[in-house]
Every structure is written in structure tokens, then in C-alpha cells.
């Protein structure tokens, strides 16, 4: 197929051209501690508080209210562990769905080990929370409930508002969502989902990795997991990693303002890659297929097949693709995503991620079909099973 065929947008995405060109400046020039009174530090302190306005207006938050951090996983910390610590102590009940990303799900059970009780919401079988759950779930005692805007295996879109709206007429809890999946790919307004907390990662829509922001909405009080210099509202201290927070500005910038056209395109690629699958490969099964779900995401599980056979020799032939989730790559376990979902685990095993993303425009996707219709035809043969079954 020639060069690499990248299809794992969902893990992370190349930067832009016009995020490389933004942070050079402040990698040589303008390189002062923004903290710092001189010029160059004023530079900096310019340039972090322009990326601060630019990822504000790209989820409909104001300025004051995001507080950058070193990535996703930092942000969904310290809105998980700073709510909690800030809640009243009769209030030590928090909310989750059982397919949250691992830096949501771990630490909620990190303070479960600390005393607190923790629900995992039940899931159907597209990925979508159970709201009747949620409702009976709820209590004065719940301190805070956190659900993904958009699954980052299957891409599963939740019906958030509702989610909020259910929260706030029986409780007073906050609300607090892992958008890090959405951002880029749908339109988000934090203000219009009504959430308290909201957490993005700058790498998965063409910023740079290691940066990231949690939407923390004003009156919302959480308590601060880093403590030093007091930087971010005194919620997130450390020297700000200037370079990398104006590239999320600008990948921002750049994301809200193509988001309804690149999903547009995306969308209709994903759909004709799903749709060359199941007419090319017997015995697949798209998850989530029903659900709404975030434009170029595609999950499928293969009958017969390893999913790490399967992305090892996808990759021989020049495709990067992903089972399940990437930050779960070497685990012999197969997705706790797929299997909330009430997929078999021989299937679940046999999973395969393609997302895509802006380099995806001009995708072959014939190509790519051809590609992984031969890989698991000759996994089939070697399988014993389908060997002898002749699949």
C-alpha cells in the first residue's frame, strides 16, 4: 500500500503545520518564565493567556475558567480527586460509567481504597449509560458524577445534558465529563451541556502531547492535587509549559472552527469504511453501530481473530490501526469497554479500532479493505478452527 496508512486518530494526531509554527517563537525567543516581571516573561504570560482565550472559545467557556494541565489524565485527577476533597464530608459518594477511560475509572477506584463508594454505571449494548440507573443511583450523598462526553474505543456520543439535567434535579452533585474524545470532532458548548468540570487533551486534535485543560465552571470548588507556586488559579501549580499550551490554542482554534465540515466528511469515510468491512469480511460485527457516535470513529470485532496478531501484521503491511484502547496496548485482557457492553469476550479479543482524522481525507478506502480482508483471511487459515471449517 506504500507509505503508512495512519489510522489510530483516536490514540493521538500528528500537529499541524500552524501549531509547529506558533510554538517555535516560544522555544527560542520568547522563553521566559511567564510568572517573571521583565519582558521576557511578560512575552510568555501574552502568549499563555492568548491560548487561554483561543481553547475558551473553542468549548464556550470563559477565560478564567480553564486551568491547563500536563495532559487529559491530569485534568480528570484533579477534577475527581479536587471535587471530592472540597465536598462536604457526609457527601462521599461519587458516579461513573463502567466505560470511562482508565484515568477516570482508576481513579475512582483509587478513592474507593480511601473510603469513598463508588457506582459504575451499567452501559447497553451500544455504549450508552443507563439512565434509570443513574436516577436510582443518585443521593444527597453523592458528591460528583462523571460521564464521558464520547467513548474513546467505539466513540459512543452520551446523551450528556440528560445526564445533567437528572443530576441536578436529584442531587447536588457536580457534573464532571471527559471530553477529550469530542473536542475537534463534535461541537462542544460547556455551557450549553450546563457541566461543572470538563476535561481535553491538545494531542488528539493536531496539538502537542503533554498538554491539556480542565473547563472548571466559576462558583465550582475543587481542591488543588499540586501544590507549589500556585500557578492556574492555585489549581494547578508548576511553570506552565508556555510552547505546548499555545499549540493547544491554536489546535483549538483551528478545530471549532472546521469541526462541522471536517465531521461532515469524516463521517461519510467512516461510513463507507464500515460498510466495505461487512461486504468484504464475513463474521464482523460493528460495536456500537446503533449509537451515536463521534465522526470517524469505527469499532469492530472479528470472529476468529487476535486483535494483537491482528495489528501486528496489519502493521507488516503498512496499516497503523488500534484494538480498542490504546492506552491498554499490551494487555492480554480483552476491552472493559466491549465487555460492559455485553460483547463475547472471544469477540471482544478480536477487536479493531480504525479512527481517523484530518489526514484521512483522501483515504483509499478500498486499499485499506483489501489489506485487512487478506490479514484475516490468513489468521482464519492458521486458526484451527476456521481452518478446518475452510473460513
Given at each position: ?36 516581571v ?5 512575552e ?152 461543572d ?137 480483552p476491552?472493559?469497554?466491549?465487555m ?18 484530518r ?13 485487512l ?8 487459515s ?10
Amino acid at each position: 500500500m506504500g507509505p503508512m496508512v495512519y489510522l489510530d486518530y483516536a490514540a493521538t494526531t500528528p500537529m499541524m503545520d500552524e501549531v509547529i509554527d506558533a510554538m517555535l517563537p516560544y522555544q527560542k525567543q520568547f522563553f521566559g518564565n511567564p510568572s517573571s516581571v521583565y519582558g521576557a516573561g511578560r512575552e510568555a504570560k501574552k502568549g499563555l493567556e492568548e491560548a487561554r482565550e483561543k481553547v475558551a472559545a473553542a468549548i464556550g467557556a470563559h477565560p478564567a475558567e480553564v486551568i491547563f494541565t500536563a495532559g487529559g489524565t491530569e485534568a480528570d485527577n484533579l477534577a475527581l480527586k479536587g471535587a471530592v476533597a472540597r465536598a462536604d464530608p457526609r457527601r462521599r459518594h461519587i458516579i461513573t460509567s463502567s466505560i470511562e477511560h482508565h484515568a477516570v475509572l482508576h481513579s475512582a477506584e483509587w478513592l474507593e481504597s480511601q473510603g469513598y463508594r463508588v457506582t459504575f454505571l451499567p452501559v447497553d449494548g451500544g455504549g450508552l449509560v443507563n439512565l434509570d440507573a443513574l436516577k436510582a443511583s443518585l443521593s444527597s450523598e453523592t458528591a460528583i458524577v462523571s460521564v464521558m462526553l464520547a467513548n474513546n474505543e467505539v466513540g459512543t456520543i452520551q446523551p450528556l445534558r440528560e445526564i445533567v439535567d437528572l443530576v441536578k434535579q436529584h442531587s447536588k452533585a457536580v457534573v464532571h465529563t471527559d471530553a477529550v474524545q469530542g473536542l475537534g470532532k463534535i461541537p462542544i458548548d460547556v455551557a450549553a451541556l450546563d457541566v461543572d468540570m470538563a476535561a481535553f487533551a491538545a494531542h488528539k486534535l493536531g496539538g502537542p502531547k503533554g498538554v491539556g485543560a480542565l473547563y472548571v465552571r466559576r462558583k465550582t470548588s475543587i481542591a488543588a492535587q499540586l501544590h507549589g507556586g500556585g500557578q492556574e488559579r492555585e489549581l494547578r501549580s508548576g511553570t506552565p509549559n508556555v510552547a505546548g499550551i499555545v499549540g493547544f490554542g491554536v489546535a483549538a482554534e483551528i478545530s471549532a472552527a472546521e469541526v462541522a465540515l471536517q465531521g461532515e466528511q469524516l463521517g461519510k469515510i467512516r461510513d463507507q469504511l464500515q460498510a466495505s468491512i461487512l461486504a468484504a469480511i464475513p463474521r464482523v460485527e460493528v460495536n456500537a453501530g446503533d449509537a451515536p457516535r463521534v465522526p470517524g470513529t469505527l469499532s469492530v470485532s472479528i470472529q476468529g481473530v487476535e486483535g494483537e496478531s491482528l495489528l501486528l501484521m496489519l502493521d507488516s503491511k503498512g496499516v497503523a490501526a488500534s484494538s480498542g484502547s490504546a492506552c491498554a496496548s499490551g494487555s492480554l485482557e480483552p476491552s472493559h469497554v466491549l465487555m460492559a457492553m455485553g460483547i463475547a469476550p472471544e469477540m471482544a479479543h478480536g477487536s479493531l479500532r480504525l479512527s481517523l482524522g484530518r489526514g484521512s481525507l483522501d483515504l483509499d478506502v478500498e486499499a485499506v479493505v483489501e489489506t485487512l480482508s487478506g490479514v484475516v483471511a490468513r489468521l482464519r487459515s492458521i486458526a484451527p478452527r476456521f481452518a478446518k471449517a475452510g473460513s
